[in-house]
């Protein structure tokens, strides 16, 4: 049976009260909480932009999310990444779950946290951006901030992207002061 004092409005206006709502994060959140049926819609906004600053950024997600498949990354416009090496090992552990982040259509990745702290030679020996190469077919722009590493590989993954309009790339470099 009907709650009599629940108000029922038409779809075309609960979309157009979460379109209205769709830079105020805190506010969709608790949108979730009202309603069930405005769960999706709200997830369209709140997982447009996701980052995996560190490594517990992205162990929350696999926590959140178990199932890749069920995740909300295919609403993922924007993905940020400054744990790369975390992530391709978790890519490779789950076989393959970045390809869930199916619309990505800007990536910025970095690579070493700061100019101050490169990462180790050995880290650098492994790195290959493999798993983003797999978003190939969405992202028309890219930025890639990479301390130390070889842009080679960098070039690797611009090759990859056929869609790509917008580029950045920046690094540090030893003898610049």
Not at 152 to 176: A, C, F, M, N, Q
Request: charge should be negative; aromatic fraction near 12%; charged fraction near 25%.
């Amino acid at each position: 049976m009907s709650n009599p004092h629940q108000v029922h409005l038409p779809q075309e206006i609960l979309d157009y009260i979460v379109d209205f709502l769709h830079d105020t994060p805190e506010t969709l959140k608790q949108c979730c909480l009202v309603m069930k049926s405005w769960v999706s819609r709200t997830r369209k906004y709140l997982f447009a932009d996701v980052g995996f600053f560190t490594e517990s950024d992205l162990e929350a997600w696999r926590k959140t999310f178990p199932d890749p498949t069920r995740s909300p990354a295919h609403h993922t416009y924007t993905l940020r990444i400054a744990c790369i090496w975390a992530v391709e090992e978790a890519d490779a552990e789950e076989g393959g779950w970045i390809p869930t982040f199916s619309r990505v259509n800007d990536l910025r990745l970095q690579y070493g946290n700061t100019r101050f702290a490169p990462p180790d030679e050995s880290e650098i020996s492994k790195f290959s951006f493999a798993p983003f190469r797999q978003l190939s077919s969405s992202i028309r722009s890219l930025g890639v901030t990479a301390f130390l590493l070889p842009y080679s590989r960098v070039w690797d993954l611009i090759r990859s992207l056929p869609l790509l309009e917008d580029l950045t790339l920046s690094g540090y470099d030893d003898d610049d002061e």
